[in-house]
């Protein structure tokens, strides 16, 4: 079993709309959890890192649920820019591999 | 600001050659992987180092080899290529401090293995 999971998709989702997904992480000795944005054909990149209370970054929301062992983003009116796929990690500690889950994809669509 | 400088950017090899892609960080980073990327299968890491002289598998390391003699370098090795090689190529680099805060990549490099 890979050590994060993830919904592939495609989500389909017209502009305006609020869309979530979630990823869920096997070890529950994972103490750091980040999600990244990859546009298509280029290098991902940091999106926002998850806290334990839950984390706003404008109309981006990540929160972690400890107890059922995923993370959520949330993201409110969506933009036709926010067309990509979105990657989830989960760590241990400061040696741990970095392990991406295969990543959601978004399609915005206008 | 070079970040993660990864080379080639295209590549196209006969089976059974072999080829080194390199990657170098100005950053001053411990940590440096290898992932490659193909459809449906999201990113898989290869090998990783944490720091000078410390390699280590990751999911997909058949085939490959890596070395760590400077902070700065992390060249990837394909010792005979084969077709289920052909793959997209992604070098990272992340700080040692705490618990890892950001993954930072280079462009990648398009490997076709004919």
């Known amino acids: 079993r890979k050590e994060v999971e993830q919904d592939p998709g495609p989500f389909n989702v017209p502009e305006g709309a609020t869309v979530a997904f979630n990823c869920t992480y096997s070890?529950?000795?994972?103490?750091?959890f980040f999600w990244y944005r990859q546009d298509c054909r280029k290098e991902p990149k940091l999106l926002m890192s998850?806290?334990?209370s839950g984390n706003e970054d404008g109309r981006f929301t990540a929160q972690l649920n400890r107890a059922s062992q995923y993370i959520s983003l949330l993201i409110r009116d969506s933009k036709l820019s926010d067309s990509a796929t979105y990657l989830c990690?989960?760590?241990?500690?400061?040696?741990?591999?970095?392990?991406f889950g295969k990543g959601t994809r978004l399609h915005i669509l206008p | 600001n070079a970040g993660v400088t990864q080379t080639p950017k295209f590549q196209v090899l006969k089976t059974g050659q072999s080829m080194t892609l390199q990657c170098a960080q100005d950053?001053?980073?411990?940590?440096m992987s290898w992932y490659r990327q193909d459809p449906g299968m999201g990113l898989r890491l290869i090998h990783y180092?944490?720091?000078?002289?410390?390699?280590d598998q990751g999911e997909v390391p058949n085939g490959y080899n890596v070395s760590r003699s400077t902070t700065e370098d992390f060249p990837l090795r394909l010792l005979s290529a084969a077709p289920s090689q052909t793959s997209v190529y992604f070098c990272?680099?992340?700080?040692?401090?705490?618990?890892?805060?950001?993954?930072?990549f280079g462009q990648g490099t398009r490997l076709t293995v004919v």
């Open positions: 990272a680099s992340s700080t040692g401090d705490g618990l890892r805060t950001e993954a930072f």
């Open positions: 070890n529950s000795a994972s103490q750091s």
């Open positions: 998850v806290y334990s």
């Open positions: 990690v989960a760590l241990m500690n400061r040696d741990d591999k970095i392990i």
């Open positions: 950053m001053n980073h411990e940590y």
């Open positions: 180092s944490v720091g000078a002289g410390i390699t």
